[in-house]
């Protein structure tokens, strides 16, 4: 049985179909009212993920893991905060986006899979795999935040 060091092909195809996956799911979740609950769930199902960490092939130092953390929601997620907006229309909260919107998905993908080639030449598979993750979970819980502001922002001038 071949190890997971000798399928950095596997891994590149199953990065591009997760990201084409992540792609349909974003434009599909355009054309729906945003809830508190669509806000909150993502991370939160998102951070069961971590659970890789338990075995010992993704494990990664603290200081690495922080620091991807870090690069994912201050450098990543910016073009993600900076490109939706919520706006109020017709007494539901819907998330507006500019047409680049999906230029920006694409390239944060192709960025993510360079950065990914490079690193995974240099650690393995697995922490590679580990180290991604925990970007592309500091890009989501920054952005998710961002959006949770001003979901409660526009729902208490409603109340208003």
Same mark, same amino acid.
Request: aromatic share 12%; net charge positive; charged share 10%.
């Given at each position: 049985?071949?190890s997971?060091? @000798? &399928?950095?092909?596997?891994?590149?195809?199953?990065?591009?179909? %997760?990201?084409?996956?992540?792609?349909?799911?974003? =434009?599909?979740?355009?054309?729906?009212?945003?809830?508190?609950? @669509?806000?909150? =769930?993502?991370?939160? %199902?998102?951070? *069961?993920?971590?659970?890789?960490?338990?075995?010992?092939?993704?494990?990664?130092p603290? @200081?690495?893991g922080?620091?991807?953390?870090? &690069?994912g #929601?201050v450098?990543?997620?910016?073009? &993600?905060?900076?490109?939706?907006?919520?706006?109020?229309d017709? $007494?539901?909260?819907?998330?507006?986006?500019?047409?680049?919107?999906?230029?920006v998905?694409?390239?944060? #993908?192709?960025?993510?899979? $360079?950065?990914?080639?490079?690193?995974?030449?240099?650690i @393995?598979?697995?922490? *590679?795999? %580990?180290?991604?993750?925990?970007?592309?979970? %500091?890009?989501?819980?920054?952005?998710? #935040?961002?959006?949770?502001?001003?979901?409660?922002?526009l *729902?208490? #001038?409603? &109340?208003?």
């Amino acid at each position: 049985m071949p190890s997971f060091d @000798s &399928l950095p092909i596997a891994s590149m195809a199953a990065a591009v179909v %997760g990201t084409l996956a992540v792609l349909a799911w974003r =434009i599909r979740e355009s054309r729906r009212a945003v809830t508190l609950r @669509s806000l909150v =769930i993502p991370p939160l %199902g998102m951070s *069961t993920g971590f659970s890789m960490f338990v075995v010992p092939a993704f494990r990664i130092p603290w @200081s690495w893991g922080l620091a991807a953390f870090a &690069l994912g #929601a201050v450098v990543f997620a910016y073009p &993600l905060v900076a490109s939706p907006q919520l706006t109020l229309d017709g $007494g539901v909260i819907m998330m507006r986006r500019p047409r680049w919107f999906l230029v920006v998905l694409l390239g944060l #993908a192709a960025v993510r899979l $360079g950065l990914r080639e490079y690193v995974g030449a240099i650690i @393995s598979v697995q922490q *590679t795999a %580990g180290l991604f993750f925990v970007l592309a979970f %500091g890009m989501i819980v920054r952005w998710r #935040a961002t959006l949770l502001l001003e979901y409660r922002r526009l *729902t208490s #001038a409603v &109340l208003q």
